[in-house]
């Protein structure tokens, strides 16, 4: 976690110690907490909004260990983390746990299997989180907000706590398989040495297959085959999402693109077109004065200079100036 330097390797450390005390007690729990003064972890923390981080943060952290694939013994000491980090934390009001609401289904069902096996200390700690509200149900394990893309970190599960999935592999060994085999060897013997026909035995006592251990070996191979076709699949589900989110950002910038250009292009054409009109417009009026203009004039030679008289011009608005204007005299009469 960003921030909390050595939090996680200190959460995996008390949990690695309580899984290898090989026991559910939370007697014993107790006692690895106290030897390793684990309450502490939420001292030094001055200001409120600091110390509010930093409880989210430690109490996500143990979170994680308490959902499957884990053990059955790390998820008990998950729970005990979570209810000594609950009470231990100095913020007020407490930060409360985050649990999704798909995650609730699982809990019950560890629920029911502490109760099965009788370990009524854990199923008193849960009941205690529960009367003092300490769950936050939520509809997402993370927050998240509008219009935001943000690379949600995957869980680097600890192998060493891992439930074993691969159990009928781990059984079934080849040791196991070859002593199997001579054990069944010497059965077929001596059922030989108690029979009458001393070369086979009696029917009587065929009371199991003398291909047991051949189809055993077979069953075994079939399933770890299956268990290998799984996680194959179980990875390319895990890969398509991505593949998709891919494809979904190229095709949502591609179309982003496409409609900004096709904007650009009504724009210019727009312009553009605006631009000719006035153009032809404004030439149309030219042609129009010139031959207006070049009409009288037509028979006149364009090097003579026009004789007319100045016509007053009217003044404009807005101005306080007069303009003097002469006019022609007139010739007196002889």
């Given at each position: 976690m960003d921030?909390?330097?050595?939090?996680?390797?200190?959460?995996?450390?008390?949990?690695?110690?309580?899984?290898?005390?090989?026991?559910?007690?939370?007697?014993?729990?107790?006692?690895?907490w106290r030897e390793r003064r684990f309450h502490t972890i939420f001292y030094g923390r001055i200001r409120a909004l600091e110390r509010n981080k930093i409880t989210k943060k430690?109490?996500?952290?143990?979170?994680?260990?308490?959902?499957?694939?884990?053990?059955?013994?790390?998820?008990?000491?998950?729970l005990y983390l979570l209810y000594g980090l609950y009470n231990a934390q100095l913020c007020?009001?407490?930060?409360?746990?985050r649990i999704a609401l798909k995650h609730w289904p699982e809990i019950q069902k560890f629920q029911l299997d502490l109760l099965d096996a009788q370990h009524?200390?854990?199923?008193?700690?849960?009941?205690r989180l529960r009367l003092a509200r300490a769950f936050h149900f939520t509809a997402m394990p993370k927050p998240l907000t509008y219009r935001t893309k943000k690379k949600i970190e995957k869980n680097d599960f600890k192998e060493e706590?891992?439930?074993?999935?691969?159990?009928v592999n781990s059984l079934i060994t080849n040791d196991v398989l070859e002593e199997l085999m001579n054990i069944h060897d010497h059965y077929q013997k001596m059922k030989c040495v108690i029979s009458a026909d001393k070369s086979q035995p009696d029917k009587a006592l065929s009371l199991?297959?003398?291909?047991?251990v051949v189809n055993l070996k077979d069953i075994a191979l079939e399933h770890q085959e299956w268990q290998q076709n799984r996680m194959k699949l179980l990875?390319?589900?895990e890969v398509a999402p991505e593949a998709e989110d891919k494809k979904k950002e190229e095709t949502l910038l591609k179309s982003e693109g496409s409609e900004r250009a096709n904007a650009l292009a009504r724009i210019k054409y727009k312009s553009y077109s605006a631009v000719v009109e006035v153009s032809r417009s404004r030439r149309h009026r030219q042609v129009q004065l010139e031959s207006s203009e070049s009409g009288p004039s037509c028979g006149k030679s364009p090097g003579r200079s026009k004789k007319g008289s100045r016509t007053p011009q009217p003044a404009r608005r807005g101005s306080s100036e007069v303009r003097e204007v002469s006019l022609p005299k007139r010739r007196k009469r002889r």
């Open positions: 921030g909390v330097p050595g939090l996680k390797e200190d959460c995996e450390e008390l949990l690695g110690a309580f899984q290898q005390a090989d026991t559910v007690r939370f007697e014993r729990f107790a006692e690895l430690t109490l996500d952290v143990a979170q994680q260990y308490f959902f499957p694939p884990y053990s059955f013994q790390i998820r008990v000491g998950a007020q009001p407490k930060q409360k746990i009524y200390d854990a199923v008193y700690i849960f009941r706590f891992k439930d074993p999935s691969n159990r199991i297959k003398d291909d047991f990875q390319n589900a």
